[in-house]
């Protein structure tokens, strides 16, 4: 796609759950790093140099309310900062972004955890963060930990869980909060078949609930089933925009071409 081109939007509704406008992130990725204070002694004199990595290149689009959303893309494309800049992890060199209600994320595995308390702890310090009451989180304590299957587990300290165990825990302190917009980064990609049914079940609860999901995912299936429209991104370039089928088979035409010669659906 030559740089520049405008991409094709859904019909503006009345407000936009998300909006993103021109948005470009870049990272300064040092040559060499002097860890010790011994190489600072050795060579005081030395500069680090950089090398300037550009994640994000002028990338716009709106979500609009109770949409579910989907952003693929090959590894190191940008998806993942992206969304970190949705969730105001990130500040982006230029360009705006804007999210109307009140927000969700599970962005990262084992973001905002301390891997020395347990379970319990953990979830009392992130729903309170997420905001959660003192009231909510008692009424809710059962069924985050019912949801992600951790009933033996709950007292025991985070670095004694398996990623499979950790991501669990994750999303479902994600889904207990109250919440208008969940960012989602590759929340199936280390969950059992078990985790994964009960996720595609709260993703089908949402979308009854009119809520608005953005998915991260290369699990192009779950795209397909959720996701009302998707973008595809390649070097931090918005490369496609629109309906989640055809930006999937843009991206991935042998996928599409598979399930259909299978006889499932891909709509």
């Known amino acids: 796609m030559v740089r520049g081109t405008r991409l094709t939007q859904a019909p503006a509704g009345p407000e936009a759950a998300i909006v993103v406008d021109g948005v470009s992130k870049s990272f300064r990725l040092p040559h060499q790093q002097r860890t010790t204070l011994k190489e600072h002694f050795l060579h005081p004199l030395e500069r680090t140099t950089y090398e300037l990595q550009r994640a994000l290149d002028n990338v716009s689009f709106r979500v ?34 804007q999210v109307n209600g009140r927000l969700s994320p599970f962005i990262e595995l084992g973001v905002g955890f301390n891997m020395e308390l347990s379970a319990r702890d953990n979830i009392r310090i992130n729903a309170t963060l997420l905001g959660l009451s003192s009231r909510q989180l008692r009424e809710r304590f059962d069924d985050v930990i019912g949801f992600a299957e951790l009933e033996p587990h709950v007292d025991k300290k985070l670095k004694n869980y398996s990623s499979g165990m950790l991501v669990r825990l994750a999303f479902s302190i994600a889904i207990q909060v109250e919440f208008d917009v969940l960012l989602l980064d590759e929340v199936l990609a280390v969950g059992d078949t078990s985790f994964q049914q009960k996720c595609f079940a709260t993703f089908d609860r949402f979308r009854r609930e009119g809520k608005t999901v953005v998915l991260v995912s290369h699990d192009l299936g779950s795209v397909l089933r959720f996701c009302d429209r998707a973008l595809l991104i390649r070097d931090g370039v918005p490369e496609k925009l629109g309906p989640a089928q055809e930006v999937v088979t843009s991206y991935d035409p042998s996928f599409v071409m598979g399930l259909q010669s299978a006889g499932v659906g891909a709509s």
Do not use: C, M, Q
Not at 64 to 90: C, D, H, Q, R, V
């Open 64 to 97: 609009e309310e109770g949409e579910f959303f989907g952003i693929i893309g090959p590894n190191g494309s940008g998806k993942s900062t992206l969304l970190k800049i949705l969730a105001g992890i990130y500040r982006a060199d230029s360009g705006s972004v």
